[in-house]
């Protein structure tokens, strides 16, 4: 969806914001979606199917019009002529964020409001998140729990991206290591993939009982591991021919991202792969990370920066690595290759 608005005319929308979640969810809830998603559709054929009134819904669709939501054809005399086309993918983009497992209702159970109406006073450093409101990074064994289970819904991007690939990421790798890969849900995708290959999370130690859940309920007990420790206090653990830093590095300073990825260059075997992940920064990512950034104003300890694709390209470049590629996804995957000599 493409809005050509003026900054006025984007204001008005953003003040009536409450409103157009209401419209956006109504038409989920209608069926509206569903009978604009195959085509045109009149709009008397539209009030039939859903048994409204047509005036009212004509004014309804003018509301999601000006959201960028449709595309109208009223060229004819007769109000109920007039046709209706969803833009493209506009039901599944509404299911992603308004359905009952969105990214964005799980975001919504974090304690926003602490700053909500107060940003003036966080952004001086007056207001901010507590540890008991967000701790970063997680301080206790529930607060890590918390976060790895919210981090594993929204790791969709990132699972198909790397099913796309899959065949090329994995042909003869034989052992992965994740760093910082949650509950391993993206882990066991992955293995889903490629049957000959292992992986194994690294993250703190209070994760384990995460992962190997995730391993009995995805089949992988014996090719999902796990092995503990801390990535500030000790290098990434050696042996792996594959290694990924999946939604990590964004989290951290330049010159942590830089000490990591340099890590990982040690670690790995000779022409041993390190794949990069996250969301590089695009208009329609920074849309998707509102939340976030919103939320994360009030957490000096987490910088939630995101990058260009050429920051992570150059950066493994100069580290050391070779056959820097960046493979097409939803989600851009940046693979890079440590020389075999």
């Not at 209608?30 to 039939?48: M, N, S």
């Not at 509301?63 to 209706?84: I, Q």
């Not at 299911?95 to 966080?122: K, M, N, Q, T």
Request: hydrophobic share 40%; proline share 6%.
């Amino acid at each position: 969806m493409t809005l050509d608005l003026s900054p006025r005319g984007l204001m008005h929308l953003l003040v009536n914001g409450p409103k157009a979640v209401d419209v956006v969810q109504t038409a989920l809830d209608t069926g509206l979606l569903d009978a604009l998603e195959p085509g045109p559709a009149r709009l008397d054929d539209l009030a039939v199917r859903l048994r409204v009134r047509p005036l009212r819904l004509y004014k309804f669709l003018d509301c999601l019009e000006s959201l960028g939501c449709v595309e109208r054809d009223g060229s004819g005399d007769d109000l109920g002529d007039t046709t209706y086309q969803a833009v493209p993918g506009l039901r599944d983009a509404v299911l992603a964020v308004f359905g009952p497992d969105s990214i964005e209702r799980d975001r919504d159970r974090y304690p926003w409001r602490v700053l909500h109406g107060r940003l003036a006073e966080s952004l001086r450093g007056e207001v901010g998140m507590s540890d008991d409101d967000f701790a970063w990074p997680p301080r206790t064994d529930e607060q890590t729990a918390e976060f790895e289970r919210s981090m594993a819904v929204g790791v969709g991007p990132v699972v198909e991206a790397v099913h796309r690939h899959a065949g090329r990421l994995w042909a003869d790798r034989r052992r992965l290591l994740d760093v910082g890969g949650g509950d391993g849900t993206l882990a066991a995708h992955v293995l889903d993939d490629a049957p000959d290959l292992h992986a194994d999370v690294y993250n703190l130690p209070s994760v384990a009982p995460l992962v190997a859940a995730t391993g009995q309920r995805r089949g992988h007990q014996r090719r999902l591991g796990f092995v503990g420790g801390d990535f500030f206090a000790e290098p990434l653990p050696g042996g792996y021919d594959a290694m990924s830093f999946v939604r990590v590095l964004h989290d951290w300073p330049d010159d942590v991202a830089r000490r990591l990825v340099e890590q990982a260059y040690a670690a790995l075997e000779p022409g041993g792969l390190l794949l990069i992940c996250e969301e590089f920064r695009t208009p329609d990512r920074l849309a998707a990370q509102f939340f976030w950034s919103y939320f994360l104003i009030g957490v000096d300890s987490c910088v939630s920066r995101l990058r260009e694709v050429g920051f992570y390209t150059d950066l493994l470049t100069r580290v050391g690595f070779e056959r820097v590629e960046v493979l097409p996804a939803g989600w851009e995957l940046i693979c890079a290759y440590k020389p075999t000599g």
